[in-house]
């Protein structure tokens, strides 16, 4: 029987009789609501194709010649070519490059293919014919309508095109049948709803193909509870699944997934954020405001209570004579104000604000006002009401709409009335219309209606926020234009030279996989942790599947709190790209997973996989997550990830109550520590470090960005599948030009493991709980064969809580990257107190650290702390108030940092801040390896080095390796003098008299050689060790040592070569001594006397330990010397002497073989000496204090009497770490001045230009005159150098200071030019906008200057070229003469003429040219506020600036052909 509806009679049979309905109930006509309580079991099967073609009346398809095709490869002939393996193309943001062309230039990510150990055997199956599977003639049209309570099965011989909305309790997909959507893009959407859908043993599901994108909307709305019906074995509940032999094909429309803002957006969507005040009682006389009609800030505000108060009328006629011309002005009547408003009073208030009904105000009427002080009464919106005895007026409004600088058109509001006797006034500033953003990347395919999520920029990932997307006919390709004010500020630029713009994603596609929630959460799905309904939908896909490629699509409400329901999982499918079989590797591609109660996308147990442009937004645990530990060659490229909040699934997921609520599985009555066992959730979760990150955003995790985890043996069901340790020492994929930021624990993490043995008596931990691991990448991932080096290049690291990322194990590298407003912002940590992975380091190079940038973040979204700044700003701060900021922290070694530049690192009151510090409370080694070279500190950087004070966060910092802390300055680019030790001021194992105390470091700077002594004790195990240097023996070490699991006590003083040191406990010694020289090159030796009692007895050994094998070799035994003389004269005998009259045993120990690199040990092994003591009861153990003879310490390694020279190849040579690495930009800095700034002793202006190229850090500069430069910078002008920060003396010639002269602060530039000026006026610099060679200077006297409207017209009309940037800035202008408004700024970008404020200032960053880029800038300044200051980096041959093919050899020829336009003064050269 035919079901009615259907355009095929005889294709499917309902099994149950009578069932006969109109056909417009079968036909669901809208789709239904997310939550619908349907019947939880098919009352019959709904069967199609159940035998051979033809069945069920199924005409045999003419398409049935068919094809073969290897199983895994596409079963459809309208399948585009196989998925490529990935290789070098034009990067991303390169000019002409295309969508399709994504992949960066990075090494080959894929192996080529191999023969599979299983080949797949060959099938044949009828095609569907041409490229869109919807147009396949074989498809018979399907129009189920709504059955919810009957299982479907689509079988052998049926190929289905649904065409119209449709209900089942399942749908089965099997034996080779097909389902295909139909694309109707002018028809209604479809939406297929079912409790699960499964496809397997070749069962096909399609929407789309990758040549033909599903232009339509289709939605696959899974509904049900969780405690609806019986689970699917192997797939649970609520699920589509893809079994052995299925399909599924899934293409939608592929918008941009997501692109970078490229204007900062403020609160409000104006720069200084909207602005609302009202008032009921108290408010009374008249309100004002004035705002910056340029800006929309305000300016000013008052109250006047001119109706009790007769003098108010004189501070209001005063309040507004301080007011500029042309300021916006707002008024509002507050209860009444008409008493004492004099005549004269209002006139002067018609005549400034325009008003035409002042004069007549009268008792308590409302009444409210916007408009131009000083204009007339064309500019003003004004209304007013009357005012009745019954205490209800309505409200008096008035609102008008402006035009700022920069486009953004606001609206102005001021309103007044009487309700129900209360009266009422206020104000609102706020964007008119929609706001609009402007982003990095083309958008059109982004549509009105569609919604989008823009991240946090601060360290509250809580700060993200959704928007609606209006029309907008008058955006550009590069803007949308959203529905709502956003709450918080989010970076549209790079500051201080790291790239914080935010990520902005679209959040819609035109296909919906969704679950159907309830209202809020039920029965057993951790309602104690979640207020709303978690169990969602799911998709998993098993292994041998056939065909599995997603894109363009949507994913809303899917995922559960259970194991192995995530949103999208791959699990345990093992290789899915050629390695496996397949033609067509798999792949999830322009994926928008939001709003999920589960991860975003699980690969378990699965290889070769790619996840590309993908969105995981607002997800419980670890978003994009790598389970077992086994899975490797997958990549992840052009992935956003942001507001990852915890789940509970594993302990590594958990919050702090979760992790104590949640004990079922561990030991007895064991409490979990939240902060070690759990609180590890991430948005990538990387459980094998053979994977790919290419261009990924980590936008906020409660924990951790991107998360190294290692599994010391692959667990759940992968255990087994390789030795333990493989992960650990497997070398890393490729990570590249991935961004971290606004997460709480950690931007990157590179360490620990989980634990994987399951909880017992000996270690109650639950199973996978957070462990140690050491990552130690060799070739092969065997230890035995040479270290590969872990490469992080290119990592963005801002606004993380605590660390911008912490590094520790091997060889690991960190390149080209940037570091900001961390609470740290890199740790690099080795492999331990003594490491295991011998000769390994960790290193940083080519990177920039900023401590406090000039992204002050905004207050809200659970950002915890909001406080004073270096410069007295307000800004949100990392961890707390008087948390201290470091840029690099040091913790073990060996670390090496090398050419990186340190910014704006400056302690406070509150807190200290410094470039470079320690791990704090640290109780395991530093080594004396640890080094630094080719540094830049800039101006900025008030501490440099810091080693911690007692107090709130460093404890009594007494810890040993608070006291041990020491580096290496190779070149003298932090300390100034080459070849320098820096320690803590305390060490006296590392003083001599020729050292420098520096107070504010807490520090010393020594010359000299020093290596450690490794001291391990047995019998007992928890003594204090004290050690002196002889030369210094009242000023000893007390070592606590380490015993963390280890039957023995360990210690690692740092100590001078070639001294005496002396050695006592806080009992009687340890029976057991080995003394281990470490960091010893050959020959380098120590005297050593350990204190004993007088009646020990000694069995002295020197052997050579091999650590990595356990094996001892060269044992010689230790004889008695005749004298301490003979056993200290290092004449090679082993020889030791114990001195029983001062109880002191005398060795002498030296190292005899070489030490290759960074290795801690010889390369024979591990020269040490073990003295074994027989020791009496009762014995005295009491020494004198220095058993050596009394010398006075010798400066034997002095100071360099001369500091090191200036270093040109210091810093890092980028000028930004931006996530564009291929765009250069030019750092553009311009100080303006008004008149209060001269008069405050500030003499000059100016305009700072560095180099353009991103690899020269050096600096053009453009000044008014010298003075006022040093007056901003405190006295200090290497901020321009781009060099190391060392100063020397330049000579101002006398074209600018009327003689020659030198400044009383010194200046050195490199490879610069400066332009210094005295004049008053307004100067402009102007730079080709492909090349960056400044092409143009001129200055114009607006005081004296015969019509300087006119001269400046047509200067930017007729001398500056198109594509040109235009640096404008000014000192103390006046009034323009010739011009009331200067309209030739439009032509710079300005969105409106210019009227000059007298006495005021002026600063401008615009371009000439066909477009108007994003990055304009416009401050007008009047005279009593802050000079107009402008700091930008602005992008060099934009596509949109259509620069010629030749732009890169031009700047040669530019600044060999420099012509400089000026009047009234000469360019000045630095004298050689």
Request: glycine share 10%; with cysteine.
């Amino acid at each position: 029987m035919a079901v009615p509806g259907s355009a095929v009679p005889g294709w499917v049979k309902w099994r149950k009789k009578n069932q006969q309905k109109n056909p417009k109930q079968q036909q669901q006509k809208n789709p239904p609501k997310a939550k619908r309580a349907l019947a939880p079991a098919p009352r019959e099967a709904h069967v199609c194709g159940r035998g051979v073609p033809g069945d069920c009346g199924q005409p045999v398809p003419a398409a049935a010649h068919g094809r073969c095709w290897p199983r895994g490869a596409p079963p459809l002939s309208f399948a585009p070519a196989p998925h490529p393996v990935p290789v070098p193309v034009p990067p991303r943001d390169a000019p002409g490059r295309s969508e399709r062309q994504r992949i960066r230039s990075v090494p080959r990510l894929f192996p080529p293919p191999r023969p599979s150990a299983s080949p797949r055997r060959r099938r044949c199956r009828p095609s569907l014919a041409g490229p869109c599977p919807e147009a396949a003639p074989h498809l018979a049209p399907w129009r189920p309508g709504s059955h919810p309570r009957r299982a479907a099965v689509v079988g052998r011989g049926a190929a289905l095109r649904l065409e119209s909305s449709a209900a089942f309790h399942s749908l089965v997909i099997r034996d080779g049948g097909r389902l295909v959507f139909a694309d109707r893009p002018d028809g209604p959407p479809i939406t297929l709803r079912a409790r699960y859908i499964l496809i397997r043993d070749g069962g096909e599901l399609h929407i789309g193909s990758e040549r033909c994108p599903y232009g339509s909307r289709a939605t696959i709305s899974l509904y049900g509870r969780a405690a609806d019906g019986a689970a699917v074995e192997g797939f649970g509940q609520k699920f589509v699944g893809v079994g052995r032999g299925g399909v599924l094909e899934l293409h939608g429309r592929r918008p941009r997934s997501w692109t970078l803002l490229d204007k900062t957006l403020h609160p409000g969507g104006l720069r200084h954020g909207p602005y609302s005040w009202e008032k009921r009682w108290g408010g009374r006389g008249l309100n004002i405001r004035v705002l910056d009609a340029g800006t929309a800030r305000v300016l000013a505000a008052g109250r006047f209570d001119t109706h009790l108060r007769p003098g108010e009328c004189r501070r209001l006629r005063a309040f507004l004579a301080r007011q500029a011309p042309g300021a916006v002005v707002a008024a509002a009547m507050g209860d009444s104000a008409a008493r004492s408003l004099t005549p004269g009073t209002r006139l002067l208030l018609r005549d400034r604000l325009g008003s035409g009904y002042v004069a007549r105000l009268r008792y308590r009427q409302p009444w409210a006002l916007v408009g131009i002080l000083g204009g007339d009464r064309r500019s003003t919106a004004e209304d007013k009401r009357e005012y009745h005895g019954d205490g209800t007026t309505g409200l008096a409004v008035a609102r008008r709409d402006f035009l700022a600088y920069d486009g953004t058109r606001y609206t102005v509001t001021a309103f007044s009335g009487w309700i129900k006797g209360v009266p009422h006034s206020g104000f609102k500033v706020e964007v008119s219309k929609g706001i609009i953003l402007h982003l990095v990347d083309e958008v059109t395919s982004w549509l009105p209606g569609d919604r989008i999520v823009v991240a946090s920029t601060d360290y509250s990932m809580h700060q993200a926020e959704e928007f609606n997307l209006l029309p907008c006919p008058e955006c550009k390709s590069n803007q949308v234009k959203i529905n709502g004010s956003p709450l918080y500020l989010h970076i549209g630029e790079i500051i201080d030279g790291v790239d914080m713009r935010a990520e902005v994603g679209l959040l819609t596609r035109n296909i919906l996989i969704q679950g159907e929630m309830e209202d809020s959460c039920y029965g057993q799905n951790q309602c104690q942790f979640f207020s709303f309904d978690t169990f969602g939908g799911h998709i998993k896909i098993l292994r041998n599947f056939s065909s599995v490629h997603m894109s363009g699509v949507e994913l809303k409400n899917m995922g559960q709190q259970i194991l192995g329901s995530y949103p999208v999982h791959f699990h345990l499918a093992e290789d899915v790209d050629e390695r496996g079989g397949y033609e067509r590797p798999a792949y999830l591609d322009n994926l928008a997973i939001h709003h999920c109660f589960s991860r975003c996308v699980a690969i378990h147990g699965t290889h070769g996989l790619l996840v590309k442009d993908t969105i995981g937004y607002d997800t419980l645990g670890h978003c994009f997550f790598l389970e077992d530990g086994t899975e490797q060659r997958n990549t992840f490229y052009h992935n956003l990830g942001l507001l990852t909040r915890p789940g509970t699934i594993l302990p590594s997921d958990r919050n702090e109550a979760m992790c104590l609520a949640i004990r079922s599985h561990v030991y007895g009555d064991y409490v979990p520590v939240p902060s070690t066992d759990c609180m590890a959730v991430s948005t990538f979760w990387i459980a094998n470090p053979n994977n790919n990150l290419i261009e990924n955003a980590a936008a906020g995790a409660q924990d951790v960005g991107i998360w190294y985890i290692f599994h010391r043996v692959p667990t759940g069901q992968s255990e087994g599948q390789y030795p333990e340790g493989q992960a650990e020492h497997t070398p890393l994929g490729v990570f590249y030009n991935n961004r971290v930021h606004s997460n709480f624990k950690a931007g990157l993490f590179i360490g620990k493991g989980v634990k994987t043995t399951r909880a017992s008596a000996e270690d109650p931990r639950e199973y996978l709980t957070v462990d140690n691991a050491r990552f130690r990448p060799h070739q092969d991932a065997d230890p035995e064969k040479p270290r590969v080096p872990a490469v992080i290049d290119g990592l963005i690291a801002f606004k993380n809580n605590d660390h911008g990322a912490w590094a520790r194990g091997g060889d690991i590298i960190f390149r080209n990257s940037g570091f900001s407003d961390n609470g740290i912002g890199l740790t690099l940590a080795s492999d331990g107190t003594f490491p295991t992975d011998e000769g390994s380091s960790l290193e940083v190079t080519r990177s920039i650290f900023v401590g406090e940038s000039s992204n002050v973040g905004s207050q809200g979204g659970q950002n915890s702390y909001w406080g004073k700044g270096a410069k007295g700003e307000y800004r949100t701060l990392p961890r707390n108030k008087t948390f201290p900021i470091r840029g690099f922290q040091i913790y073990d070694g060996p670390v090496r940092m090398a050419k990186c530049t340190f910014k704006k690192f400056t302690p406070t009151g509150d807190r200290y801040s410094s470039a470079i510090g320690f791990f704090m409370k640290n109780s395991w080694q530093i080594s004396p390896q640890n080094n630094v070279s080719q540094i830049l500190m800039e101006k900025s950087v008030g501490l440099k080095v810091f080693f911690g004070r007692p107090g709130q966060w460093f404890g009594n910092n007494n810890n040993d390796g608070d006291k041990m802390s020491i580096f290496h300055d190779l070149d003298g680019s932090v300390t100034g003098y080459p070849d320098t030790f820096i320690g803590r001021a305390d060490n006296y194992l590392l003083r001599h008299p020729g050292c420098l105390t520096v107070p504010r470091w807490n520090g010393v700077m020594c010359t000299g050689k020093f290596a450690q002594l490794y001291i391990q004790a047995r019998r007992p195990e928890n003594l204090t060790l004290s050690i002196a240097r002889a030369a210094y023996h009242s000023h000893p070490l007390q070592l606590q040592g380490v015993n963390r699991g280890a039957p023995y006590q360990q210690y690692q003083p740092v100590v001078m070569l070639e001294q005496a040191y002396i050695i006592q406990w806080d009992g009687r010694a340890p029976e057991d001594i080995i003394l281990y020289p470490i960091n010893f090159n050959r020959g380098d030796w120590l005297h050593v006397a350990l204190c004993y009692p007088r009646e020990a007895v000694f069995q002295v050994v020197a052997d050579i330990y091999q650590r990595r094998t356990g094996t001892v070799h060269s044992v010689k035994h230790y004889l008695a010397a005749p004298s301490r003389a003979s056993a200290l004269n290092g004449t090679g005998e082993q020889l030791f002497y114990f001195d029983r009259a001062s109880g002191y045993l005398f060795v002498h120990l030296r190292a005899h073989e070489a030490r290759k690199g960074h290795s801690y040990c010889s390369q024979q092994g591990c020269e040490r000496i073990k003295i074994m003591a027989h020791m009496y009861p009762g014995d005295s153990w009491s020494c004198d204090p220095n058993p050596f003879a009394q010398r006075p310490a010798a400066a034997r390694h002095p100071m360099s009497q001369r500091p090191a020279g200036p270093c040109r190849a210091c810093g890092a040579p980028q000028l930004a770490i931006t996530s564009t690495p291929s765009v250069k930009y030019v750092r553009i800095q311009i100080q303006s001045l008004s008149r209060a700034d001269i008069q405050n002793h500030l003499t000059s202006a100016f305009i700072k230009k560095p180099l353009f190229d991103t690899w020269l850090p050096h600096s053009v500069l453009a000044l008014c005159s010298l003075e006022a430069y040093t007056s901003q910078t405190d006295g200090d002008v290497s901020e321009l150098t781009g060099v190391c920060g060392l100063w020397t003396t330049m000579w101002i010639p006398a074209a600018c200071c009327g003689s020659w002269a030198q400044p009383s602060d010194s200046l050195t530039l490199i490879n610069d030019t400066v332009f210094l000026f005295n004049s008053r006026g307004i100067f402009f610099v102007v730079l080709d906008a492909c090349s960056g060679a400044v092409v143009s200077r001129r200055h114009f006297d607006t005081v004296t200057g015969e019509n300087a409207a006119s001269a400046i017209t047509d200067y930017v009309q007729t001398f500056i070229k198109e594509r040109s940037l235009v640096l404008v800035c000014s000192r103390d202008v006046a009034d323009v003469v010739g011009s009331s408004e200067m309209s030739i700024f439009t032509r710079l970008g300005s969105a409106k003429p210019i009227v000059f404020h007298k006495e005021g200032s002026f600063a401008m960053l615009g371009y000439k040219g066909r477009a108007k880029p994003s990055w304009i800038k416009v401050l007008n300044n009047s005279g009593y506020q802050k000079a107009a200051s402008l700091q930008h980096y602005v992008p060099l041959k934009l596509k949109e600036y259509r620069c010629p093919a030749n732009a890169d050899e031009s700047l040669k020829f530019a600044f060999s052909q420099n012509h400089w336009e000026q009047i009234s003064a000469e360019p000045a050269v630095p004298r050689d």
